[in-house]
């Protein structure tokens, strides 16, 4: 399973809307669940980014699928992260050349 950094930004019909958000929340856990994966933490956030979420997808296919949906709603704009665990990063500079 795939780890999946998503940056979100409230659209002005999202904030418009902005007491349904819990409910398009529990849709896009539906979503994530549909796609084979699921949220593995949500985050409101102050600064840039008004949603900080970290999902489990099984691949980047998925992971497309679940941002165009998301961006199709008209709520938010997103920014997907593949995200690499420790294991992976020292492997993946271990394999690096001298």
């Known amino acids: 399973m795939a780890t999946y950094i998503v940056l979100s930004k409230f659209t002005q019909q999202g904030v418009q809307n902005i007491k349904d958000s819990p409910k398009r929340l529990a849709a896009d856990k539906r979503l994530a669940k549909s796609l ?58 271990g394999s690096l050349p001298e």
């Not at 409101?44 to 980014?49: D, E, N, P």
């Not at 970290?54 to 938010?76: K, S």
């Open 36 to 93: 084979g994966g699921r949220i593995r933490s949500f985050y409101m956030t102050m600064g840039s980014y008004d949603v900080v979420a970290v999902l489990e997808l099984p691949d980047d296919d998925a992971a497309a699928r679940f941002a165009l949906q998301m961006g199709r709603a008209g709520n938010a704009s997103t920014e997907t992260l593949k995200a690499f665990p420790e294991a992976d990063y020292r492997k993946i500079i």
